[in-house]
């Protein structure tokens, strides 16, 4: 299973980004894709998740601002940032799990994690 991460860069607060990522060799009836990010001297945070069904969950914090979506015809998961603000800022990360989405926002629910693409967002 291969996870590659792209479309991070440097925008100005009130900007959008779309990062994107490339799975190959994953495939599971049951699943949950996910989306983190850790900024210096902070732990790892849940973005958003998407499952097999589609259904999606976000943290408050970019609720209503971000939107996780996926294209399974071309195995790329996708976070739209909108409205981005300097505490945006951080590495992201999309992870893969074999089962559902409970407990999305615990990175010790996913098995396999993609390499990162930053993020930064100035003011």
């Known amino acids: 299973v291969q996870l590659v991460e792209s479309g991070g860069g440097s925008v100005q607060a009130g900007g959008s980004l779309r990062l994107s990522c490339a799975a190959s060799?994953?495939?599971?009836?049951?699943?949950?894709m996910g989306w983190f990010r850790q900024a210096p001297g902070k732990e790892r945070e849940g973005v958003a998740a998407?499952?097999?069904?589609?259904?999606?969950t976000y943290a408050d914090s970019v609720k209503g601002r971000f939107t996780i979506s996926q294209d399974n015809a071309k195995n790329t998961l996708y976070l739209q940032m909108n409205s981005l603000k300097p505490e945006d800022t951080a590495m992201y990360y999309c992870?893969?799990?074999?089962?559902?989405?409970?407990?999305?926002?615990?990175?010790?629910?996913?098995?396999?994690w993609g390499q990162g693409t930053q993020v930064t967002v100035s003011s």
């Open positions: 060799g994953f495939t599971y009836s049951r699943s949950c």
């Open positions: 998407i499952d097999s069904y589609s259904s999606t």
């Open positions: 992870a893969a799990a074999r089962w559902y989405c409970r407990g999305w926002a615990n990175s010790d629910l996913y098995n396999y």
